[in-house]
């Protein structure tokens, strides 16, 4: 394993333990002077590539959901013809996401850090940080932290701050690379990846806000200290979103290996007796209580027990809520921030929202639940994006999770739990984008 | 050019608008869904088809049917 040599003197390493990049968080956006002093100067690069074996050596894998080696993204990048491209996503598309949103209002410049790093690692000349348009309060708080480092002569590729379009897909990477190309915010059919031919024609590198601070911190400390937390496989701690009924929702810093079932605790534990988690959010999956309480918060080991770590997503929910109709609102909205663009999802979702609420509000039919499982292959992987996939993927999980509410709905009709308000968060209509541009 | 060992068809699911021209073209491969996409039964194309999946590829009026040889290649 290699450390990474670094020209100004560097603060000393802080001991393993968490939080890390929430540490010394406030209630005010975290001023140039303050992030400094809090982790010591942006370090110096003596050779571009020198980063990028530290980062492989870390393995800090994407905090955006996917989970790709982040070294290896880079890379790639960085072995692509001409000049590249840096895009920082801090679109975070999941209704029941806030960390990239908490990262960026109160701590900006560990992300930029981050992204003027990876830009020089790569050899970017154009460097793009995407939010969604619709969080104006968020795009402003952000000029002014990329103009404080602009009079400090930070960041030496200027760092342009995007509005993107305030819809699901468009925070998927084809769709900001198309958005940044002149494009309306849509994915795109593949081949050509980003990482290949993006924005421009360039080959760009699109990580994860959350990602980019990681990666800042790595530059700084070394790959052994990133190792310190987390486990072998999964190393370092991530960020998670507990919501639902708990005693303290919020943004929680976890070691990667956390066990779920933990981090309800941490989280104040449960609020009301609880009937199942959606871990991953709505690329994710229902686990019931049980299964899902002593897996480890990792890729493998959550994909292994049928569910998904996705953005680091956990909700809590109460029995006395019905899966099926939460299930069912939740699809409605992934059908209506669909792109338009494939037939399957365009014509799917909206099908599979009717045949779950059927379910959910009215059942007491033979074939109810059939009708919904029926539409399932005809959805996935049909799509030039993973949207569709990730609606089949929790409509799975819930008929996995939840035969017995499937059946006694599909014979005896609705259960007293649709009368109970929402549990999954979904934005307000008024905050929605209904259009892309 | 060497003769390709075999081609495999994909459908761009973007630009397709469900004419069907395919699945009338190459029904041995293609079927339509409820709403009138293609489905695929499988990508790769036996040799004895390889003349009506070509047939089928110009026939699309979207050219959302895409023809590869086996090195991935798209012609």
């Avoid at chain 1, 029941?96 to 850090?113: F, G, I, N, T």
């Avoid at chain 1, 290996?257 to 199942?276: D, K, N, W």
């Avoid at chain 1, 996995?400 to 499937?406: E, I, L, T």
Wanted: net charge positive; proline share 10%.
């Amino acid at each position: 394993m290699t450390t990474l040599a670094l020209s100004p003197p560097r603060p000393p390493s802080p001991a393993a333990r968490l939080p890390r990049l929430l540490a010394g968080i406030g209630d005010q956006p975290a001023s140039l002077r303050w992030h400094e002093r809090q982790h010591g100067p942006m370090p110096v690069l003596r050779r571009a590539g020198r980063l990028i074996d530290v980062v492989e050596a870390s393995g800090l894998t994407g905090r955006g959901g996917a989970g790709f080696p982040t070294g290896r993204k880079m890379r790639s990048v960085a072995a692509g013809p001409g000049s590249k491209v840096v895009v920082a996503n801090g679109a975070e598309g999941e209704p029941a996401s806030l960390k990239d949103r908490l990262l960026l209002s109160r701590l900006p410049h560990v992300v930029l850090d981050g992204m003027t790093l990876a830009a020089e690692a790569v050899g970017a000349t154009e460097a793009y940080l995407c939010v969604h348009g619709t969080q104006h309060g968020l795009l402003d708080g952000l000029e002014r932290a990329v103009q404080e480092r602009l009079a400090a002569g930070l960041d030496p590729v200027p760092i342009k701050v995007t509005g993107i379009p305030g819809r699901y897909v468009s925070s998927e990477q084809s769709s900001i690379v198309q958005f940044l190309n002149g494009g309306p915010g849509k994915p795109t059919f593949s081949p050509p990846r980003p990482h290949e031919r993006g924005v421009n024609g360039h080959p760009t590198l699109v990580h994860n806000v959350e990602t980019l601070a990681h990666l800042a911190l790595i530059a700084r400390y070394g790959d052994r200290w990133f190792r310190g937390t987390g486990t072998p496989s999964a190393p370092g701690s991530m960020l998670v979103t507990v919501s639902g009924a708990v005693a303290r929702p919020g943004v929680y810093e976890i070691e990667m290996g956390t066990p779920v079932g933990r981090l309800v605790m941490l989280a104040g534990g449960p609020a009301e007796p609880l009937s199942g988690l959606l871990v991953g959010g709505y690329f994710g999956a229902w686990l019931p209580v049980e299964a899902a309480w002593p897996v480890p918060m990792t890729h493998t080991s959550l994909k292994a027990a049928g569910g998904a770590l996705g953005a680091g997503i956990v909700i809590a929910l109460p029995a006395s809520a019905c899966p099926i109709a939460e299930t069912a609102r939740v699809v409605r909205y992934l059908a209506e921030e669909n792109a338009g663009q494939c037939g399957p999802c365009v014509f799917g979702l909206p099908a599979l929202a009717d045949a779950l609420g059927d379910l959910a509000y009215c059942g007491g039919r033979n074939g109810a639940v059939d009708q919904v499982a029926a539409l399932l292959p005809l959805i996935e992987r049909r799509g030039a994006c993973r949207h569709p996939d990730g609606a089949t993927q929790l409509v799975r999980s819930l008929l996995r999770a939840f035969p017995a509410d499937a059946r006694r709905h599909e014979r005896t009709g609705s259960c007293g739990g649709v009368a109970r308000p929402p549990v999954l968060p979904l934005p307000r209509d008024e905050d929605r984008e209904w259009d892309f541009r | 050019m060497g003769f390709p060992l075999s081609v495999t068809l994909r459908v761009n699911p973007i630009a397709c608008v469900g004419h069907g021209m395919c699945a009338e073209l190459l029904p041995e491969l293609i079927q339509l869904d409820r709403w009138g996409y293609p489905i695929l039964s499988s990508s790769t194309v036996p040799r004895p088809l390889a003349d009506h999946a070509r047939r089928a590829v110009q026939a699309c009026p979207a050219l959302a049917l895409l023809i590869a040889d086996a090195a991935g290649k798209h012609r």
